[in-house]
């Protein structure tokens, strides 16, 4: 299964300080053992369209081999560190899993 997370970052955390740490903390997910594959992102300077949504900051997409390993991913230490240090920082999160 795929695990998608989109970031809007607050404005005064875009800047470089900010986003080498948050993409540091990004990177640090890939480490924990339940985690299959995947990486981060920032939008792609693509040709404006219409249907193409720019506005956010960072993509997470995140393979699992299987719906338990997201399960105990969702609930791991390491996983709820990430999210205790950066969720001052977010304007907005939204999330997409894919089976």
């Known amino acids: 299964m795929e695990h998608h997370v989109y970031f ?3 404005e005064e955390f875009k800047n470089p300080e900010h986003r080498a740490a ?3 903390g990004l990177a640090g997910l890939f480490k924990i053992g339940l985690v ?6 920032v939008p792609a ?10 506005s956010w900051d960072y993509a997470l997409t ?3 081999s ?5 399960d105990a991913y969702q609930v791991d230490a390491d ?4 999210i205790a240090a950066f969720k001052d920082t977010w304007a907005r ?3 997409m899993d894919l089976a």
Do not use: C, Y
Request: proline share 5%; glycine share 8%.
């Open 8 to 10: 809007w970052l607050k």
């Open 22 to 24: 948050f993409e540091q």
């Open 36 to 41: 299959a594959g995947g990486r981060w992102a």
């Open 45 to 54: 300077k693509v040709m404006p369209r219409p249907v193409i949504d720019q």
């Open 62 to 64: 995140m393979q699992f």
């Open 66 to 70: 299987s719906i338990g390993n997201h």
């Open 79 to 82: 996983h709820n560190t990430f």
């Open 93 to 95: 999160v939204l999330v």
